[in-house]
């Protein structure tokens, strides 16, 4: 095969942790977590246009110019679409077998402990959570703060309810699960509609739930209205791992 010094990615692995982020934002397929590193696959899958560079929270990934096989785009999506098949198999095998998402991958940690002495905490205040079920027009929404929380957000932090969702409304939803469409539809007539003060988001690091932070970024614009959203990123054990905004 033919090569041309032209751009391309580079991977720093001794920044990489390995949390998969820069994989969902490549279109082309052309990283793979491989032995817990972020790495090419295939030099003629990766255009070396960077859209994954703004997913790395460790600032891993840059854009060089070397020689290497020119990007071939109909190998890139066949390589997509075998590894999409691959993936889907994979969902649909018995709950016993291993998955290919990272997000599923069963593992031990350390889990974080918390003293609240004398912190009184209480639950949400308000039906329903789903961010499916709620109506634009809740009174309960006007003038509220609002926390759009993954599911599994509640079951791994210790401080769920006397930190992030103090005083605030929650909606919770999946995006592995669930139609992140509909997040973005709903949320938007939210913003739009329901008189809401502020809005925030609390998502797992795993990245399928990158997917939650993207539905209301999406919601926003759609809504058009200018409001900054504030997104908490937590690890698998409970800890706060990263602050950011957007919006």
Request: proline content about 5%; aromatic content about 4%; overall charge negative.
């Amino acid at each position: 095969m033919n090569k041309v010094v032209r751009k391309i990615i580079e991977i720093d692995e001794e920044r990489c942790d390995g949390c998969g982020l820069c994989v969902l934002d490549c279109a082309e397929g052309a990283i793979q977590i491989i032995n817990g590193k972020a790495k090419i696959v295939k030099d003629e899958y990766c255009d070396g246009l960077g859209a994954c560079l703004g997913a790395c929270p460790q600032d891993a990934l840059h854009i060089i110019e070397r020689e290497a096989p020119e990007f071939d785009e109909e190998a890139a999506m066949e390589w997509v679409k075998q590894r999409d098949a691959k993936e889907a198999e994979a969902k649909a095998a018995p709950a016993s077998s291993p998955c290919g998402c990272m997000g599923s991958h069963v593992k031990s940690m350390k889990t974080v402990e918390i003293e609240v002495p004398g912190n009184k905490v209480s639950g949400p205040g308000h039906w329903p959570l789903k961010i499916r079920l709620v109506p634009p027009t809740a009174p309960y929404l006007k003038g509220a703060d609002v926390l759009v929380a993954a599911d599994c957000a509640a079951a791994a932090s210790p401080i769920f309810h006397s930190e992030f969702a103090k005083d605030k409304v929650v909606l919770i939803g999946c995006p592995k699960f669930d139609d992140t469409n509909e997040y973005v539809n709903k949320l938007a007539d939210i913003i739009r509609t329901s008189g809401i003060r502020s809005i925030s988001v609390l998502r797992m690091e795993v990245p399928c739930c990158t997917g939650l932070s993207r539905a209301l970024a999406d919601a926003i614009k759609l809504s058009g209205v200018a409001i900054e959203a504030k997104e908490t990123i937590m690890t698998c054990g409970g800890a706060r791992a990263e602050k950011t905004m957007f919006g």
